[in-house]
């Protein structure tokens, strides 16, 4: 039956292990019957519930307030008592997206195993709302209309739980994303002040405020591609978080920080090359580094190659690569960390398409506060490196040029950079110059595998020999697998392969 919907789709991102290699367009031609309506006899029956979605986007008013529930089985009994809180919640969120003409998606928090004094993996409920009509352009202020719809969700996720009993564990995280328009700073500042404002009218729902959270993660968390303005829409959005429990809500923050699952899209606009002008400076380090690094195996090191880039322009380094646009990224293959939960199968998370550095931008994110005080989370945060990648200096020549990275600097927990990298480049370092050129300050930003980190580092000079930088270190062991420079070459951007051996 046609209801004049403009746009609904299933966005089947939490897929059970058992599901295997299923795509996500078969599953979801198969549980277009299933979703609120039948949540209770659904988990009692089949088993696991794995995605949902509910999206009212009406084409005229004539429908407005129709639509369509979705949701996803697969196996994996979650138990009745379970299907009947998914059911209630469902429920009141279709209606809410129904009346309010909004879009709303909703993915369940299954655990790999049980939280500690907990036998069940079900671990909470997320809802990602697009905010469009919620906030004004550049305001934290809610609309009228975004008042009401934030009322309305914060009374369905105030709802007791199945026996209708709440013994106080449940916490509640509300964050705030952004579009990539404007200064990731301000972005951050934004998103974070408008989950507060959320947080606000949980509270005024009756949940108290010692167990809500909330968080500003700015333009870092792009699920859709900020160069059109489908993308943007989808980018800017709310994200309201259940959990069982406060052990569940600290596994919830460290899953998402710096997940490599965002590097999918670019969280800025692509970077323009600059023509280079940095000039040698005395190098007796760079000297000291280079002896401890063995003579490198890439490709063209033994001797600088020379080359013309576009309008007959040639580059300040040489690093003997090719047009970046023609280079196949190296970040391909990289599984995001699951963090404890059940989220998305190794074969379908190995061929996310992540950007290169040269089309994102660094990032930046908030941390997550108590609604009660302002406080940060305790999230047992310690400064415990990564085996082996705890402060040193990680050098490779590159077609006769050396290229430093002093320090990488990994911490343990949710592999966060500690310290930001200084890069120096020597310039014909195997025709025997020992000068680097003038240091340059890097941005650093990680993102986080399942067995892997993308370090990926950006220059805040545009005059740098060097754009970024994208190295992939395995965290079992410190050592780069795969790597990448980037570097501008007249009007365009040059790649060349730099796989970096730590300093001994």
Known sequence: MHLGVKRLTVLAVSIATLSGCQSFDGMGKKVQSVGAKHGMEILCGAGALTGAFIGYKMSDKEHKGRGAALGGVLGGALGCYAGSVWESKMKALEQIASEENIAI????LNLATPVANSTTTNGGLVAFVQDESMFATESS???????????????????KLG??????????LVVGHTDSTGSASFNQKLSEQRARAVGQVLQQAGISSSRIYYQGAGSSRPVADNSTETGRNSNRRVEISEMSSQEVLVKRV?????????????????RKPVASTSKPSAGKKNQEVAASVPPSTQPGSASTATAVGKGGAEPLVNFGGVPAAKAVSITSGIQPKSGGFTLVTSAQASDLPFQSCEADAPRETGRVLSLANGKPLNAHKTYEYMAGYNNRVWAERVNGNLLTITPVSILKENAAVDKQPILEVVKGYDDGNRKSLKAIKGIANTYEGETQVLYRVFTNDPGAPVSCIDVVFEKGS?????????YPRGDSAYVAQFV????S
């Open 105 to 108: 998606e909703v993915q369940p």
């Open 141 to 159: 202020k809610l609309t009228s209309s975004g008042q009401r719809q934030a009322q309305k969700l914060s009374q369905a996720f105030a709802q």
């Open 163 to 172: 026996d209708g009993k709440d013994d106080g564990k449940r916490r509640f």
């Open 254 to 270: 460290e899953a998402e920080t710096s997940n490599a699952k965002y590097a999918v899209y670019s969280a800025g606009p692509a």
């Open 478 to 486: 410190p050592k780069a697998s795969k790597g990448q420079v980037f």
């Open 500 to 503: 970096p051996i730590k300093a």
